[in-house]
């Protein structure tokens, strides 16, 4: 089998070291990562450009290459040109950070996971609740239970019509509740900072991070959100079809005497 790991975080996160050590058992690994840090890229797509790339040398990885380019870049290229060999599974992370609720929506960890679906490969995006994670060590256990979560994901028989986005609590292991696969969606609102300020003689804006607002029900396990913080590992499957069918006989309806 052959595994294609990416990231948001940048090709220099420890997250990816602990996802290679434990990805290797299962297969060859090939890198492709931002060259610096893409968070919050969503499925942001470079075309008509020039992108610098750069070989790396990693353990265990047959081939890694550092794109300066976003999450979703690294894995359209490293798909399509970089890598040879057909791909088996995609796995996007270990994130600093959650992704749950609508954070899916902007997530660059997703979008890579997002793209490798759509390229047809079963794929998986991966986050710890820590925003403070930095060493190789903070990462190696969410590495195992990605591992764990892969092997029934590839043994299912719907792996090619939806990515898993796994999410793992900050929680020694003896303290994780259990696996939740959640069904229920939450808007998490940033309440950020927004100011004028004067650069080079330009008018801009400064904007800073502010603290995370839950618009739900913090003791809903359904939620994905809710569940990670309290103290469950999450499992969602997520569909590249964003067509929402229950509305289509309303719109039909509501538009079939339209003049134009």
């Avoid at 028989?157 to 259990?178: A, M, Q, R, T």
Wanted: charged share 25%; with cysteine.
């Amino acid at each position: 089998m052959n595994i294609l790991i990416s990231n948001d975080d940048g090709i220099e996160c420890p997250g990816i070291l602990a996802l290679v050590d434990e990805f290797s058992k299962l297969g060859d690994i090939y890198v492709v990562a931002p060259g610096v840090q893409q968070s919050a890229k969503s499925h942001a797509f470079t075309f008509k450009s020039v992108m610098r790339v750069e070989e790396r040398t990693i353990d265990k990885v047959k081939k890694a290459y550092a794109l300066w380019g976003t999450p979703c870049d690294c894995v359209h290229i490293g798909l399509e040109f970089l890598i040879k060999e057909k791909i088996d599974l995609v796995v996007s992370g270990i994130n600093i950070g959650k992704n749950a609720g609508s954070d899916v929506i902007y997530s660059g960890t997703c979008g890579a996971a997002r793209e490798g679906l759509l390229m047809g490969v079963p794929s998986i995006a991966v986050s710890l609740d820590d925003y403070q994670a930095k060493t190789y060590e903070d990462f190696t256990y969410v590495a195992y239970i990605a591992g764990c979560v892969a092997k029934k994901y590839l043994d299912s028989d719907f792996s090619d019509d939806y990515f898993l986005n796994l999410n793992v609590p900050h929680l020694p292991k003896e303290e994780i509740k259990g696996i939740r696969v959640c069904d229920k969606y939450g808007y998490i609102e940033y309440a950020e900072n927004y100011s004028f300020i004067e650069m080079d003689g330009k008018m801009c804006i400064d904007i800073k991070n502010g603290e995370q607002e839950y618009h739900f029900d913090m003791n809903d396990n359904d939620i994905d959100a809710s569940a990670c913080k309290n103290g469950y590992i999450t499992l969602t499957p997520l569909m590249a079809d964003q067509i929402n069918r229950e509305r289509i006989s309303e719109m039909k309806y509501i538009f079939d005497d339209l003049k134009y």
